[in-house]
């Protein structure tokens, strides 16, 4: 929930005194869905709230016409390891003994996940960069691939522990 929580805090420490209260109230019902997953075991509510963070993150960027934005990379390498670990935590709730050092390998796995997601997001955006395009469907088409970036983000944090059942 401290991640989701620093993530919220970029689009809100963006915003203008206007829309930080709207701002703050969704990141309190993000992270209050989390709390709730996570105490309750409730795993739908983790994409729930991933979305609605990156909406308040995407709404932030669209208000403000901001450009390219260089905070893409570490939100993004921050929304999968908020939904890993969140994932994670589910899973524990059931666990009973692991082999040990297995937490350990899986942390180490995750960091390489999350430094991945960070490095595949820097390039995306140094990509963007260079082809400096206009037009609806390029919009339409860019929309498209965020999404289900995200999407392959969240599919993949969700069954990411799985793999070793």
Do not use: C, K
Not at 13 to 24: G, K, P
Not at 137 to 152: E, I, K, M
């Amino acid at each position: 929930m401290i991640g989701l929580g620093a993530l919220t805090a970029l689009p809100i420490a963006r915003a203008s005194e206007s829309q930080q209260s709207l701002y703050l109230w969704l990141a309190a019902l993000a992270i209050a869905a989390l709390g709730v997953a996570v105490a309750l075991g409730w795993s739908v509510l983790v994409p729930a709230s991933l979305v609605i963070v990156s909406g308040v993150y995407a709404v932030q960027l669209t208000v403000d016409d901001a450009g390219l934005d260089a905070s893409v990379a570490p939100f993004a390498a921050g929304l999968y390891l908020t939904a890993e670990f969140a994932y994670w935590s589910l899973e524990e709730r059931a666990m009973l003994n692991g082999d040990p050092g297995e937490g350990l390998r899986r942390l180490a796995i995750v960091a390489m996940l999350g430094i991945t997601a960070f490095v595949v997001a820097v390039v995306l955006v140094a990509l963007a960069d260079v082809v400096r395009a206009r037009g609806l469907a390029l919009d339409l088409l860019g929309a498209a691939a965020a999404a289900s970036a995200l999407l392959a983000v969240l599919l993949a944090a969700r069954d990411g522990g799985r793999t070793g059942e």
